[in-house]
């Protein structure tokens, strides 16, 4: 959707550059095609040897970052911090686009062979926010992630001090929750 992404050798892809600095930056982002766009086709094939290579006999779980967790590399950690006073309508509207773009996607994970989704939200933590911020920032667009899962369990994963939210993360309606 934009952003620089390093791909280091041995560990996770990092944002080098955010994409979204103002509401026109949003609104000129596309919902990408899953099937065609950067690296997730690849993603999607990875799930579909899985699936041909274990059968029946091992579960395939796949993984996508949650709304604000998107959002968030997106925009960069400061501008979503400061954004949830200063602009807090710039960040529902990118949350609305990755939420999205997370079903999207979520569906084409679905449609290759995953057995269950684990949608991870470390920036929904309460180490980084408050429970506030979590239940108006976070937790519509996880609920509205879980539904659109159907009958796939959704394993809910947010790092960190989950007490302060545990509650709202049981009402998002994943089947289970993964905890720090």
């Not at 976070?138 to 159907?150: E, T």
């Amino acid at each position: 959707m934009g952003a620089r992404i390093r791909y280091p050798e041995d560990e996770s892809p990092s944002v080098l550059e955010p994409s979204v600095r103002n509401m026109s930056d949003i609104r000129s982002l596309t919902l990408p095609d899953p099937e065609r766009d950067g690296r997730l086709p690849v993603w999607l094939n990875a799930i579909r040897i899985l699936r041909e290579k274990v059968g029946t006999e091992f579960a395939v779980l796949a993984n996508i970052n949650g709304p604000f967790q998107a959002a968030t590399q997106l925009l960069g950690m400061l501008a979503a911090a400061k954004s949830m006073r200063s602009s807090p309508d710039v960040l529902v509207e990118l949350l609305e686009l990755t939420t999205q773009t997370i079903i999207n996607f979520m569906k084409a994970e679905i449609k290759a062979g995953a057995d269950a989704i684990i949608l991870g939200d470390p920036m929904s933590s309460t180490n980084v926010r408050s429970p506030k911020e979590f239940a108006r920032f976070s937790f519509p667009y996880i609920q509205k992630v879980v539904r659109y899962a159907g009958e796939i369990p959704i394993i809910l994963h947010i790092c960190g001090n989950t007490t302060r939210i545990i509650d709202k993360m049981v009402e998002a309606g994943a089947r289970y929750l993964e905890l720090d």
